[in-house]
């Protein structure tokens, strides 16, 4: 697995090998959010136009819509 992160305004999207993306706050480090992937990331979450996009080791790309 190489799980990473992404920012986007005062946010990171973390990707872990426990299979969870996390979205923290960049000025406390609070976790905001949370989803069970059901595998670990694969690669750094990526942040494009709002929308957080994810891979994980079993082969499934996750995306996710509105802002992280």
Do not use: I, N
């Not at 959010?33 to 595998?39: E, K, P, R, S, V």
């Not at 136009?49 to 819509?65: I, L, M, P, S």
């Amino acid at each position: 697995a190489y799980p990473g992160k992404g920012v986007h305004e005062m946010r990171v999207v973390v990707g872990s090998d426990d299979g969870v993306l996390r979205v923290l706050d960049l000025a406390d480090g609070r976790e905001v959010w949370t989803h069970d992937l059901g595998a670990a990331g694969a690669g750094a979450p990526a942040v494009v136009a709002g929308k957080v996009v994810a891979g994980t080791t079993d082969g499934t790309v996750w995306c996710f819509g509105g802002q992280p």
